[in-house]
């Protein structure tokens, strides 16, 4: 017997869905340092680092309400053993942006682009850069 888990759910009294109000990934990377260098340029700042200091093992950015979160795999060595331990992923990050255009302006010369401004079928303008541990990040504004 096949049961539709979405009708399921809407038909049982009190089984609410939760509402989800957003998303701060933690992505782990080989060197902080570098990232927090790179994530700068794209107009984060640093709002916490563990521990203190000149040698963090885990980072919080945000640049408006954007939050990421940055932690070593050094930091999770003897644990966490699903956490893969190379750069990058099948990750990509979609980033929505108030003026996409400044933002392409204010980085293109300093960091490679992979896709060029474009206006996409879908209806909104996009561009794509591969950070400093090769994950894409894909900003995009609805016009």
Do not use: W
């Amino acid at each position: 017997m096949l049961i539709n888990l979405a009708t399921a759910q809407t038909k049982l009294p009190g089984n609410e869905p939760p509402s989800m109000e957003s998303v701060s990934p933690n992505i782990f990377v080989r060197d902080i340092k570098a990232t927090i260098d790179f994530y700068k340029i794209l107009g984060f700042k640093v709002v916490t680092t563990v521990p203190e200091g000149n040698d963090p093992v885990f980072v919080m950015m945000t640049c408006g309400t954007a939050t990421f979160m940055f932690q070593t795999f050094r930091s999770i060595e003897n644990s966490l053993p699903i956490i893969s331990r190379t750069d990058g992923a099948s990750l990509l990050l979609y980033i929505k942006v108030k003026d996409i255009r400044s933002l392409y302006e204010k980085i293109k010369d300093r960091i490679p682009i992979l896709h060029e401004m474009e206006k996409t079928f879908y209806g909104a303008t996009e561009f794509s850069i591969k950070d400093n541990n090769n994950y894409m990040l894909t900003f995009a504004q609805n016009d």
